[in-house]
């Protein structure tokens, strides 16, 4: 499956810093309508799903009007040219407002639109500029700027969205909330820039084991962070909660000439034992959470 854009946008081309020819080997799709808006998508040549469902697309069309498997695209290895193709599963895909007819594919040039439920996509091919521009965009909408993690309000979309995938697909789906248990105590012997620099690199630890796949991440407040693991369970979850908390432990906090040795409680919560709802996990995995507070700290709790 195609890395999805969260993977692509913190992975393969995070800094972004100048148009050259690299970029020019990457077509993209970018979301102009719909509830994705600003959402970013390389193409890497490969055949790749575009529908709602998380657990069966590549490209993940938060629309309700996206069938599970919408629509398809992919490189022909003869011309070059990207073709897009209608699964038939849906009321149809469309290029600039125009049916594919009998054939069920069209291929795209540069600045086409491609309409899927009540969403459009535009189809970018070649220019450095705008792929730059519009990963730039994404990247401001979409991101928190101090630990590039799900800006919140994103991540609470995606975290609905995926949670209603996992129940109807009747997979788990773990939640974990985590929190530095020093921070305070780093601001007052180091001061806040110190602070902010150790939220900043927790939060870039947190994502590099959230890299690709379903798994999302976000901060939830100054100091504390929250991600979904669809199609884990609790066990599996404490797992990855424990190597986040690791990682953290070990890691060499050092800025301007201090160093510091934060750490991270982390609670866990799942689908379906602690609840169904968005609020019902955050709820059950904060709760997790202090009990890991009150444990001394440094701790993963469920």
């Known amino acids: 499956m195609l890395e999805s854009s969260e993977t692509l946008r913190t992975g393969v081309k995070e800094d972004i810093v100048s148009a050259n020819d690299e970029w020019a080997e990457y077509a993209h799709l970018v979301v ?27 490209v993940v069309v938060r629309d309700v009007e996206v069938e599970p498997r919408h629509a398809s695209i992919h490189q022909d290895q003869g011309s070059g040219a990207y073709v897009v193709r209608d699964l038939g599963t849906g009321e149809g895909t469309a290029v600039n407002d ?64 995926r949670l209603d995938a996992a129940i109807a697909a009747s997979k788990p789906l773990s939640v974990l ?40 991440a976000t901060r939830f407040g100054g100091d504390e962070y929250q ?36 750490t991270l409680s982390i609670g866990v919560a799942a689908y379906p034992e602690d609840g169904a709802t968005r609020n019902a996990l955050t709820h059950a995995a904060d709760e997790a959470l202090y009990r890991a507070k009150r444990a001394g700290g440094n701790v993963v709790r469920e």
């Open 32 to 58: 102009l309508q719909g509830p994705g808006l600003g959402d970013f998508y390389f193409l890497n040549g490969a055949e790749l799903v575009l529908g709602s469902d998380p657990f069966l697309a590549d």
């Open 98 to 161: 125009e049916p594919f007819g009998d054939s069920g594919e069209r291929p795209l040039r540069d600045g086409d639109r491609l309409v899927i439920g009540d969403s459009v996509l535009e189809f970018s091919q070649g220019d450095p500029v705008k792929a730059q521009f519009h990963a730039s965009l994404d990247r401001l909408i979409n991101r928190d700027h101090l630990t590039g993690l799900l800006a919140k309000k994103r991540f609470d979309e995606e975290f609905e969205h």
């Open 177 to 216: 909330m985590a929190d530095i248990d020093n921070l305070k105590k780093i601001n007052d012997r180091h001061g806040h820039l110190l602070g902010e620099f150790v939220v900043g690199t927790i939060g870039r630890i947190i994502g590099e084991l959230h890299d690709g796949g379903e798994r999302q």
């Open 227 to 262: 991600t979904i693991l669809p199609g884990l369970d609790k066990a599996e979850a404490v797992a990855v909660a424990e190597e986040v908390r690791r990682r953290v432990d070990e890691y060499a906090f050092e800025h301007q000439g201090a160093l510091t040795d934060p």
